[in-house]
């Protein structure tokens, strides 16, 4: 039994020479063994195929109309106030002076009135005045200033005061006396005229006198 089993083993190791030789190269009686032969894929080489997909947002449900114009149409009437125009009434007219010379001191007797003139214009007046009464009136005409006094006393009237007299003929002046009472001659004046006559007339200076 144990004959047979060496006997087994040997003839192995026969057979395993027999095929293979050294280790450098292929035995020639061993034929290398046909290269599996490749089957031929039937699968197509075209290239792959791209699906582009193009997501397309849906539309909005909401859309915003504007609101239709109102069928009513208001108007806004603009209100204009004109301002009142205020109307000063123009001055009374003044008499015309009555007198033909341009400077010095002109007497109304009738309209008992006088004015100062300068340049043939009136630089003042017209003032009140009174003047002579029956038996005693007031010379009419031109005349010039023949002297001033501050503060003259009548002989012929019991020394009566005569303020800021100017005389323009012998006994008659102008000078400060009542606007009520007639004189016995002379041009009564207020005391503010009788003033403003005493410091504007010099000697010299005109004075008409018209009836």
Not at 55 to 80: D, I, Q
Not at 160 to 181: C, E, I, K, Q, R
């Amino acid at each position: 039994m144990r004959t047979k089993k060496i006997w087994l083993v040997f003839a192995s190791v026969a057979a395993a020479a027999t095929v293979a030789g050294c280790s450098g190269g292929t035995s020639a009686n061993v034929q290398p063994a046909a290269a599996a032969s490749t089957p031929t894929s039937s699968i197509s080489s075209a290239p792959p195929v791209v699906t582009t997909t193009t997501t397309t947002p849906p539309p909005s449900t909401s859309s915003t109309t504007p609101a239709p114009p109102s069928s009513s149409t208001t108007t806004t009437k603009k209100t204009t106030t004109t301002p009142k125009k205020t109307t000063t009434p123009p001055p009374a007219a003044q008499p015309p002076v009555p007198c033909a010379i341009t400077d010095g001191a002109c007497v109304d007797i009738s309209a008992k009135k006088a004015w100062l003139l300068s340049g043939g214009k009136v630089v003042y007046g017209p003032v009140p005045i009174t003047t002579g009464r029956k038996g005693y009136p007031t010379p009419t005409g031109t005349f010039h200033v023949l002297y001033k006094e501050k503060m003259h006393l009548s002989k012929e009237f019991d020394n009566a005061p005569m303020p800021n007299s100017v005389f323009f003929y012998p006994g008659d002046a102008f000078h400060t006396g009542s606007l009520s009472a007639p004189s016995h001659g002379c041009v009564h004046l207020s005391s503010a005229a009788s003033l403003k006559f005493f410091s504007t007339l010099s000697v010299g200076d005109a004075v008409q006198v018209v009836p």
